[in-house]
Structure formats: C-alpha cells, structure tokens
C-alpha cells in the first residue's frame, strides 16, 4: 500500500491536463486502495503554462526545465505527457533516477526509443505503464473475455478502425505532429498505435503485414508562436507535411485470422470514429468507442441470418463498477485514463504491472516500422522472430 506518493508531469498539454486529473481522480473511484498520489511538480517549457497548471491543481513548485525533475527527491512516480520526440531521453533519464514512470504513446520516434526506454525501466527496476487508453474501456475488455471464451467460436477477420478529423483543416498549423524529426511518424504514431494494441489485446501477435500510406494535405503553414493540441494558423510561412495522413494495412495473425487496421487523420465527417468488428465462426462483436459503454454481440447456431443484439456494459465488465453503479450509465474518455493511473500506482505499490507496458509500446512500435517497411517495398513484411 502506498499511503502517499509523489508525482511529476512532464509537458503540459492537452494530455499532461487529463493525467493530473486522473490522479486527482484515482480516491475518488478506488476510495479502498490506499493509492494517494501527491502532485508535487509539473514542467512545462512554455512560459507560464505550468505556473498556470499549479494555480489551478495545486502543484506544490513548477519548472521550465525537465531535467530539475530528475534530481527532485519528492518525485518518485513521473507522466511523460512531452512530445514524441523527447520520449526517449526524458523516460531514460527519469528510469535511470529511480522514478516510475506513466509515458504516453507512441515512446519516442521508433521502436528502438521504445526498446530503450523498456530497457531502462527493467535495468532500474521500476515500473513503466503506456497510455494504450481504448483498452482500458470496460466494453473493449468484455469483448476480449468473449472471444477468449469461444463464445464467437474461432476467429476469423477483424477490422479495426480509427477515423478522425482533427487534421483535416488545411488551416491546422504545422507543429511538431507533422515532422519526422520532432513527431516520427504521423498518424501511424498517433492512432495507428492505438489500433495496432486494441488488435493485439484482442488477438493475439500480428505475424505479417503489407501495409499503403498517404499525404493528403502536403503543406501547412508554421505556426508563429506556442501551440497546444491541434491549433490553426494562418498567413505563416507554408512549409511540407513529412509524415504520413492516412494508412491502410492488412494484417495476418499468428492465430490464423486475417485483418484490416485503417487509420485517418484528416477524415472530414468524422469525430473520433473508432472501434473495431470482430468475426469468428459462430458469431461476432462490434464496439465504437463513441458509444464506449455497448457492445454489438452476434452469438448462436443460426449462422445465417444471426441477429446482432446491444449489450450495455455494468459493473462486472473491467472497471466499470468504480464509476457507475448499473448498465447504461455512461463513462467517458478521461474516465479511461483514470483507470489508466490506478493501475499504474498499482503496479507501484505492489511492484509488479498492473494495465498496458512498455512492452506493448515495443510491440507496437515494431508493427508500426514493419507497416513503413511494407509502404518502402511494395510487399508483405514478416514479423516472425
């Protein structure tokens, strides 16, 4: 039991904001565990950002400079919420001081800053929990218990989807998202991965893939000062956008099943289309993450023919019960990263992993390159060991 621990954020966004609000959170919901979190320091590089985000959550100090958070003996647990290209050094160097660490996806630019950061935590013995957030849903985990279960019988096909429009102005500014130097990959990185960990928390190991990307708004004008999540700009200098908007990708899995994993950016229409559709050979289920809390499920002996009924998710499904009391009570995106943070001050406490790791960054990261690959070849590329 943890009776108070001391926690850093690192990048003060839009996601360093719902981190400090999950642990904020984490008594409220699981009032038993003893998990008491202390928001001791947030470092953010843009002036007055941090100073604002201790004003209003109760931070007791604040730094422009990560690296004051290294040496900070009240921190022991660290949220790397920085962009993608700080990854690597800030989850090494917090590792290598001891400090357990809640990074968020993709963990750097490739998958060999994913591994290092997985090596660090082993090498130092600390804990290192991944924002693969759409797992955590009580639905996506009820659905993983029924496929596990035969209730589908053996799977055939799934299509996972991940569609959004937060891109698709031509008038988004052109921020370290969209440079391989600062952001690696583009939507492969950003929704890609998530798509890539909800196929293999459902399936199992991907084995091959041949994958095809896409730029579909090549230029972007920079933006003329600081930038949180997507912001628009206009008149600036246009510069190119050098990762990719879009990727289809079929996958093949160790299991058997074939799949499609398709992910867009800059899909005008669409507001966080995701989800993903699994068949077997006696039924199927369906999930979209805009309706979090359901679940299509088709099961029985009819095959053709085979009604497709709406399970609303309750307590019994994951953690459902430590926000809602019955069925059909929703729950919300944050409430996933809520769950996200107790588990990972889980894995503190007891000293073991509680929800996503690092090794399913690595995992991930590694289909994501094996997807570039394909795109460079024109052909199928083997995940095989």
């Not at 700080?86 to 400090?99: D, S």
């Not at 952001?183 to 196929?199: P, Q």
């Not at 199927?284 to 709406?310: I, K």
Request: glycine share 12%; proline share 4%.
């Amino acid at each position: 039991m943890v009776d108070s621990l001391g926690v850093a954020v690192v990048g003060f966004g839009w996601m360093g904001r719902v981190h400090t609000q999950a642990y904020a959170r984490v008594l409220h919901h699981y009032p038993q565990s003893g998990l008491r979190p202390q928001l001791i320091t947030v470092a953010e590089e843009v002036p007055g950002r941090a100073e604002e985000a201790a004003a209003q959550f109760g931070f007791a100090s604040t730094t422009r400079d990560w690296r004051d958070v290294v040496k900070d003996p009240r921190v022991q647990a660290v949220s790397i919420t920085a962009p993608n290209f700080l990854h690597r050094e800030i989850g090494v160097a917090m590792a290598e001081a001891g400090k357990h660490i809640w990074i968020e996806k993709p963990v750097g630019l490739s998958a060999a800053d994913a591994r290092a950061v997985a090596d660090a935590v082993a090498t130092a013995g600390v804990q290192g929990a991944v924002g693969f957030n759409y797992r955590n849903a009580p639905a996506v985990e009820a659905a993983r218990e029924l496929i596990a279960s035969g209730a589908i019988g053996t799977v055939t096909h799934v299509r996972v989807r991940l569609f959004s429009d937060y891109a698709a102005h031509p008038e988004g500014a052109l921020t370290w998202r969209y440079e391989k130097e600062r952001g690696g990959s583009g939507v492969l990185g950003d929704l890609a991965s998530h798509g890539v960990d909800l196929a293999r928390y459902l399936l199992g190991d991907i084995e091959a893939l041949a994958a095809d990307t896409a730029v579909f708004i090549p230029e972007r004008a920079r933006p003329t000062g600081a930038t949180a999540g997507h912001t628009r700009a206009t008149g600036g200098e246009l510069g190119p956008v050098e990762n990719e908007d879009y990727v289809n990708c079929l996958l093949r899995f160790a299991s058997g099943a074939r799949g499609v994993l398709e992910a867009c950016r800059v899909s005008v229409g669409e507001q966080n289309n995701y989800g993903f559709e699994v068949h077997g050979t006696k039924g199927a289920v369906f999930w979209d993450f805009r309706r979090m809390n359901e679940l299509g499920v088709s099961r029985g002996t009819s095959y053709q023919d085979q009604p497709v009924s709406t399970v609303y998710v309750g307590p019994g499904a994951g953690e459902f019960g430590a926000f809602q009391p019955g069925a059909a009570n929703a729950m919300g995106m944050d409430d996933l990263k809520v769950i996200e943070a107790h588990r990972f001050l889980r894995s503190v406490a007891e000293g073991k992993p509680h929800g996503a790791t690092l090794a399913d960054a690595v995992h991930s990261a590694a289909v994501l390159e094996a997807m570039v690959r394909s795109v460079e070849s024109g052909s199928w590329v083997s995940l095989r060991a």
